[in-house]
């Protein structure tokens, strides 16, 4: 086979993926427990998988919360499993105070203000001396912060801790992992990519204190 057509072969299937893909996230609506939800249908299954599997998570921190929909998904989830929860964003979402936010406390658990700014000590202080660990960090900066998000901020976990990154490949990609060199270890990143999940998740497995380092001084 040519390298013409193999190509060709490749890019084709990559479209039927992607119509996939948005077929899914049309059909699904964007919303959990009637909140807009900026996930894939098949997103929330993956978590949930991965909740029953990671049995050991004591905290769990959001950045950001945007409509707050997939704030509530996990602050049900951390309700119910016993973990501690946070959520940060610079400006407040549409449904903070719903039935279903006002049950769960969730402005109670929503830290406003610019995450580099204002708010930077409180994450900082969550991350590296007030939550148990083990803590999830789940970097969901929208279209343009995540990159930046994620390399700052998986600087402040410990050893044995876990990030999940939202948007894989589209906004975060091999090159932002690649960072870390070896100190991040992916976790079922195949059947991740089998069922078309874009929210992909890592273990914390050598200290990162030399990272922070190279951040902190250049």
Same mark, same amino acid.
């Given at each position: 086979?040519?390298?013409?057509?193999?190509?060709?072969?490749?890019?084709?299937?990559?479209?039927?993926?992607?119509?996939?893909?948005?077929?899914?996230? /049309?059909?699904?609506?964007?919303?959990?427990?009637?909140?807009?939800?900026?996930?894939?249908?098949?997103?929330?299954?993956?978590?949930?998988?991965?909740?029953? !599997?990671?049995? /050991?998570?004591?905290?769990?921190?959001?950045?950001?919360?945007?409509?707050?929909?997939?704030?509530?998904?996990?602050?049900?989830?951390?309700?119910?499993? =016993?973990?501690?929860?946070?959520?940060?964003?610079?400006?407040?979402?549409?449904?903070? #105070?719903?039935?279903?936010?006002?049950?769960?406390?969730?402005? #109670?658990?929503?830290?406003?203000? /610019?995450?580099?700014?204002?708010?930077? /000590?409180?994450?900082?202080?969550?991350?590296?001396?007030?939550?148990?660990?083990?803590?999830?960090?789940?970097?969901?900066?929208?279209?343009?912060?995540?990159? #930046?998000?994620?390399?700052?901020?998986?600087?402040?976990?410990?050893? =044995?801790?876990?990030?999940?990154?939202?948007?894989?490949?589209?906004?975060? !990609?091999?090159? #932002?992992? =690649?960072?870390?060199?070896?100190?991040?270890?992916?976790?079922?990143?195949?059947?991740?990519?089998?069922?078309? !999940?874009?929210?992909?998740?890592?273990?914390?497995?050598?200290?990162?204190?030399?990272?922070?380092?190279?951040?902190?001084?250049?």
């Amino acid at each position: 086979m040519s390298p013409k057509i193999k190509m060709k072969q490749v890019v084709v299937a990559e479209l039927e993926q992607a119509k996939t893909r948005k077929f899914l996230w /049309d059909f699904g609506g964007q919303r959990f427990m009637n909140h807009r939800i900026a996930q894939y249908p098949m997103d929330l299954p993956m978590w949930e998988r991965f909740l029953n !599997s990671i049995s /050991d998570i004591k905290s769990i921190v959001e950045l950001v919360t945007a409509n707050c929909g997939m704030a509530l998904f996990l602050a049900l989830q951390a309700y119910q499993r =016993g973990m501690e929860f946070r959520t940060f964003d610079w400006e407040e979402g549409e449904n903070l #105070d719903t039935p279903l936010s006002k049950l769960l406390c969730l402005r #109670d658990k929503f830290i406003l203000g /610019d995450l580099w700014g204002d708010s930077l /000590d409180i994450l900082t202080n969550l991350l590296m001396n007030e939550f148990p660990h083990p803590i999830l960090l789940f970097c969901d900066d929208g279209v343009t912060g995540k990159e #930046d998000e994620f390399r700052d901020f998986v600087t402040l976990l410990q050893v =044995g801790d876990y990030v999940a990154v939202h948007d894989w490949p589209y906004n975060i !990609s091999e090159g #932002d992992i =690649g960072f870390f060199g070896d100190a991040l270890e992916r976790l079922w990143w195949e059947q991740w990519e089998v069922v078309g !999940s874009i929210t992909w998740f890592m273990r914390v497995v050598k200290p990162l204190d030399d990272y922070r380092n190279i951040l902190v001084n250049g």
